[in-house]
T-cell receptor, first 110, second 115 residues
C-alpha cells in the first residue's frame, strides 16, 4: 500500500497570513485529490490534479502536483477564519481506491 | 450532481447488537462504493470496497464477518456492523467515484456509538 505523508498535521495562524500544506510520497499516483472536512461531516472534494506539474487555483487556494506525481501542495493566500477545517490529501491507487494522508488541522484565528 | 447520502447520520446501540448503515448515490449510479472509518482527530481509513453484484473486497485487518457489506443495486450499499462492541464506535463514511473515475464523492458520515 502506498503511503502519503502530510505536513504539518496542525497549523494555527492569524487571519491574513499565507500557508502551505504538503503531501509527499515515495510512490507515483495516477491522480491526487484534496478534500476539506468539517467536524461531523464527510470530506468535500476541493480539487483533483492529474498531470505532473499541474497547477490549479480555486479562489485563494492554489494546488500543485509535483512533476513526478509523487507530491502535492496546497497554498492558501490571505487565510480567513472560514478556511478553518481539516484538509486531507488523497492519492488514487489503482482502480479508484484512495490512500489518505494524515490530514492537516488548520485553525485561522481572527 | 454527484450527491451521496448516508442513513442514519448517527446511531447509538447496545453492545452485542447489530447496526446497518446505508449509503446511496442520489443522482448517479455507482458500481463501486467505498467504506471508511475515522476515529477522532484522525484521517480516514479504508475498510472495504463494495462491488455491485459481487462480494466486497476488504482491506487487511478488517473482519469481513463483522463488517458485512451488501451492494444490492447501482445506487445502494449497506454496511452492517454485527455484534457491535464499544471499540467499534467511530465515524463511518462511504464514498462513490464520480463520472471521471478518479474523484470520489463522500457521504456525510454516520456516527456510531456502542454502549
Amino acid at each position: 500500500t502506498q503511503l502519503l505523508e502530510q505536513s504539518p498535521q496542525f497549523l494555527s495562524i492569524q487571519e491574513g497570513e499565507n500557508l502551505t500544506v504538503y503531501c509527499n510520497s515515495s510512490s507515483v499516483f495516477s491522480s491526487l485529490q484534496w478534500y476539506r472536512q468539517e467536524p461531523g461531516e464527510g470530506p468535500v472534494l476541493l480539487v483533483t490534479v492529474v498531470t505532473g506539474g499541474e497547477v490549479k487555483k480555486l479562489k485563494r487556494l492554489t494546488f500543485q502536483f509535483g512533476d513526478a506525481r509523487k507530491d502535492s501542495s496546497l497554498h492558501i493566500t490571505a487565510a480567513q477564519p472560514g478556511d478553518t477545517g481539516l484538509y486531507l490529501c488523497a492519492g488514487a491507487e489503482g482502480a479508484q481506491k484512495l490512500v489518505f494522508g494524515q490530514g492537516t488541522r488548520l485553525t485561522i484565528n481572527p | 450532481g454527484a450527491v451521496v447520502s448516508q442513513h442514519p447520520s448517527w446511531v447509538i446501540c447496545k453492545s452485542g447488537t447489530s447496526v446497518k448503515i446505508e449509503c446511496r448515490s442520489l443522482d448517479f449510479q455507482a458500481t463501486t462504493m467505498f467504506w471508511y472509518r475515522q476515529f477522532p482527530k484522525q484521517s480516514l481509513m479504508l475498510m472495504a470496497t463494495s462491488n455491485e453484484g459481487s462480494k466486497a473486497t476488504y482491506e487487511q485487518g478488517v473482519e469481513k464477518d463483522k463488517f458485512l457489506i451488501n451492494h444490492a443495486s447501482l445506487t445502494l450499499s449497506t454496511l452492517t456492523v454485527t455484534s457491535a462492541h464499544p471499540e467499534d464506535s467511530s465515524f463511518y463514511i462511504c464514498s462513490a467515484p464520480g463520472t471521471l473515475g478518479y474523484e470520489q464523492y463522500f457521504g456525510p458520515g454516520t456516527r456510531l456509538t456502542v454502549t
